[in-house]
């Protein structure tokens, strides 16, 4: 069965201090890992799709990795307004669905 | 360009009662996905239809069931409800399915009493 563990579950950063997010993931067939953030009363709103180990993509001060074990979010020089709850999600070749992690809920303050 | 809209955006009901929520899909999507999302937890899929027709289904019980229209627009019921089913019900639309790539609406807010 599809597992995704995240960790923190919280984590609060000062203004301009970088840290990182992980995302441990077991899965048959992986055909994707998603980020998502989520605001408070908020839908999640997607942020990156990873396929395979050694995949990067970033937007602003995010970056997404993958590894065949683990994904990590990489925030920069984070802002109050990064403040968010981030999911992982893993897609198997069994189907449709994304198994979400808990969640990392992150507070930047000024 | 309108995003995923769901209504009712809240909503509270007493044990037993049936709920119906609706789902409007993001313009040029075909497929919707619904998730649960208790407090604290991450989303869990319920299910997703594609063509009018539900393509799959998570571990969920028959009390939940639902409907795609050819608008593409879709309902979630839930029959019989419990205190547990109190929880954040999520639309996600996207085309065709393929991606993970998914649009999610602000969600329907139930309270079971």
């Known amino acids: 069965e599809d597992q995704v563990t995240q960790s923190p579950e919280a984590l609060r950063l000062q203004e301009g201090e970088s840290s990182s997010l992980n995302c441990s993931y077991t899965?048959?067939?992986?055909?994707?890992l998603f980020w998502y953030r989520q605001d408070p009363g908020k839908g999640p709103e997607f942020l990156f799709t990873l396929y395979s180990a050694g995949e990067e993509k970033e937007k602003e001060r995010l970056k997404a990795t993958l590894t065949k074990k683990e994904s990590f979010l990489h925030i920069t020089a984070p802002k109050p307004e990064d403040s968010a709850t981030y999911l992982c999600?893993?897609?198997?070749?069994?189907?449709?669905?994304?198994?979400f992690g808990k969640g990392t809920s992150l507070l930047v303050t000024p | 360009d309108a995003g995923v809209t769901q209504s009712p955006t809240h909503l509270i009901k007493t044990r037993g009662q049936q709920v119906t929520l609706r789902c409007s899909p993001k313009s040029g999507h075909d497929t919707v996905s619904w998730y649960q999302q208790a407090l604290g937890q991450g989303p869990q899929f319920i299910f997703q239809?594609?063509?009018?027709?539900?393509?799959q289904r998570g571990n969920f019980p028959d009390r939940f069931s639902g409907h795609q229209f050819p608008n593409y627009s879709s309902e979630l019921n839930v029959n019989a409800l419990l205190l547990g089913d109190s929880a954040l019900y999520l639309c996600?639309?996207?085309?065709?399915?393929?991606?993970?790539?998914?649009?999610f609406g602000e969600g329907s807010r139930l309270t079971v009493l």
């Open positions: 996600a639309s996207s085309f065709g399915g393929e991606t993970g790539e998914l649009f």
């Open positions: 899965v048959s067939g992986l055909r994707g």
């Open positions: 999600a893993v897609r198997s070749n069994s189907g449709y669905a994304l198994n």
């Open positions: 239809y594609y063509e009018e027709e539900e393509r």
